[in-house]
């Protein structure tokens, strides 16, 4: 009877062993699918953060760069562990995915609260920022964003082309009589923007702040999603570490 309970944990001990395995091998894509959101966000948008005064968007993306790399390391170090059988390394690595839990759990919560108050921020500041910053000297990249913004969304000021009126560059001779931004029109020229016919420039297409706000709420959703699915993984590795390790309690390190 001893020999067949001894036979039934080692057959226990093995399936746990390759359930960890699996488990630490699709949490290694699953980092790296993170830490790519995280990338991608910095790099690919990283001009519609400098029009945007709060720093919770970009700190999102931050924190899932760190996850995600924490995420690839701690899947290495699991599978290390698994085969080794050590309960000291066991420990570590719960403790490592306990860790990411709970920065994706900060990462979603700063996403929850920065999508509440995105509306209020980009409603106070995305037209004074575009007025008050678009060619001044030491704000470029606000500059590249503006006419990046315009031109990928196809729209013009930030609620209409008319916000351009209170702007400080066309009532400088730097803007050559332009009335808005060459980035406004449809088909870009040299001075195009001296002309304002909505036939030449989004006119009718509605200002920036709606589809600028719609692209980062979709963003945010993503990185919602990322973060609450990894998260439910992660709770299931807790489980088997603690099946294994429970199991390997009576054996020596």
């Given at each position: ?7 039934k944990e ?27 959101v995280g ?158 016919h909505p ?55």
């Amino acid at each position: 009877m001893g020999e067949y309970d001894e036979k039934k944990e080692t057959c226990g001990t093995i399936c746990l062993k390759y359930l960890l395995f699996s488990f630490n091998f699709f949490f290694w894509l699953a980092g790296g699918a993170v830490m790519a959101v995280g990338v991608w966000t910095l790099v690919e948008k990283s001009d519609y953060i400098s029009l945007l005064s709060s720093g919770i968007y970009a700190a999102t993306a931050y924190i899932l760069v760190i996850a995600g790399a924490i995420v690839m390391v701690t899947g290495i170090l699991g599978c290390c562990a698994t085969f080794k059988e050590q309960r000291q390394l066991l420990r570590v690595y719960f403790v490592l995915l306990l860790c990411i839990f709970l920065l994706e759990i900060l990462a979603g919560i700063l996403a929850y609260i920065y999508y509440q108050q995105l509306n209020d921020e980009l409603k106070q500041n995305l037209r004074e920022t575009m007025t008050s910053k678009y060619k001044r000297v030491g704000e470029e990249r606000v500059t590249e964003a503006v006419n990046k913004l315009q031109q990928e969304f196809k729209c013009c000021g930030s609620n209409n082309s008319r916000d351009w009126q209170d702007s400080e560059w066309v009532r400088t001779p730097e803007a050559e009589g332009r009335k808005v931004p060459d980035s406004c029109c449809k088909t870009i020229t040299p001075q195009c923007g001296k002309r304002d016919h909505p036939s030449n420039i989004y006119k009718v297409e509605g200002g920036c702040i709606t589809k600028l706000e719609n692209f980062i709420l979709e963003h945010l959703r993503i990185i919602g999603a990322v973060g609450i699915g990894i998260a439910c993984v992660q709770i299931i590795g807790m489980i088997f570490t603690c099946c294994l390790y429970r199991s390997l309690k009576s054996e020596p390190y």
